[in-house]
């Protein structure tokens, strides 16, 4: 079983990130399109607008990056979980918490998370928008969804890392492995969705 992660309405918490050096998107591996979200490289600066506690283990932003909690990282790391290809360190510009007593806030790390899987957009059961066009059979480069789920995807899950952006629909997935391992030593990863009952529609 694959979960898709937080999305911006579950989310704890919502990070922005700056910094002068920025690289470029990745490019599609067969179109050679934009993919994603211009990329910020050290030194990095964020602000974090808090929505509940406790943080979860990959607050919603920024752009394709996840940040992670530094316990969670080294969780991740010490156990042996793939998917993770950079990690760069943030510094805490400002804190605001909204609706929610403040509380000391972890560590977070700035990771950036491996391009992998394609959602079959027939197997879930996308609806396009009407004058919506997509020529790459890979990135879906210019297709605009205003429907889908559940999420299914080309390839079989033991050809993908343990946690993943898919090439053509931004969403940030994990294989069961991690999300029951996370669990079970104490983490918190209720905002993590099955895959099988993820919908998601452009009308609420």
């Known amino acids: 079983m694959l979960y898709v992660g937080e999305q911006n309405g579950s989310s704890t918490a919502y990070i922005a990130t700056e910094s002068d050096l ?50 969670f990282l080294t969780f991740f790391q010490t156990r042996g979980f793939s998917g993770i290809n950079a990690v760069y360190p943030m510094h805490l510009r400002k804190a605001k918490f909204i609706e929610v007593r403040q509380f000391p806030l972890p560590e977070l790390i700035l990771t950036r998370v491996q391009r992998a899987g394609r959602v079959d957009s027939v197997a879930s059961k996308t609806i396009w928008e009407e004058r919506s066009r997509y020529r790459c059979g890979t990135c879906e480069g210019n297709g605009i969804r205003e429907k889908y789920g559940p999420i299914v995807l080309r390839e079989s899950h033991e050809e993908l890392p343990d946690i993943f952006r898919c090439w053509n629909l931004n969403l940030l997935m994990a294989s069961s492995r991690l999300i029951e391992s996370a669990i079970e030593s104490g983490f918190d990863m209720s905002t993590w969705v099955p895959a099988n009952t993820y919908r998601y529609s452009a009308y609420g």
């Not at 599609?28 to 030194?43: K, S, T």
């Not at 509940?52 to 940040?67: I, K, N, Y």
């Open 22 to 71: 920025i690289e470029d998107v990745e490019l599609c591996p067969e179109c050679g399109g934009f993919v994603g979200m211009l990329r910020v490289l050290p030194p990095i600066t964020y602000e974090i607008e808090v929505y509940r506690f406790p943080l979860t283990t990959t607050p919603s932003g920024p752009g394709d990056e996840v940040a992670m909690p530094s316990d």
